[in-house]
């Protein structure tokens, strides 16, 4: 069975930083595309970043370049989501998920079929 696990959320101030853990269980993850969305109350669920299963591409959404980095370590089964410069806007419950298609590339949350629980990020003005 698949699981992912979430870790790293919490409570920061503007110009703060955080980094997010996804740790994923029941399969081998190396030839898998993952990524971080985020959902903020009232809102749709939005992608953030997606790292290539080599970890050689990486993809973000615009608000987040040059602030958020996604990196992964294949062999401990994980990826991070390093934030800095956190605004309120980042505000939102965070999630990592893996690409349902081996080799696959796709950025739209119905690519990935299997989540993780979510994470907290509150970012306080």
């Known amino acids: 069975q698949v699981q992912l696990v979430e870790s790293g959320g919490g409570l920061v101030q503007a110009g703060g930083s955080l980094r997010l853990s996804c740790t994923a269980s029941g399969r081998t993850f190396s030839s898998y595309t993952m990524g971080w969305f985020r959902q903020a109350p009232g809102k749709e669920r939005q992608f953030v970043a997606a790292?290539?299963?080599?970890?050689?591409?990486?993809y973000y959404t615009d608000s987040v370049k040059g602030r958020f980095t996604i990196s992964r370590d294949n062999a401990k089964n994980t990826v991070y989501l390093q934030m800095n410069s956190l605004k309120p806007e980042d505000t939102a419950v965070y999630y990592c998920?893996?690409?349902?298609?081996?080799w696959g590339t796709g950025l739209s949350s119905n690519d990935y079929d299997h989540w993780g629980q979510g994470t907290q990020v509150t970012v306080s003005a």
């Open positions: 998920a893996v690409h349902s298609t081996r």
């Open positions: 790292i290539i299963w080599s970890g050689r591409r990486t």
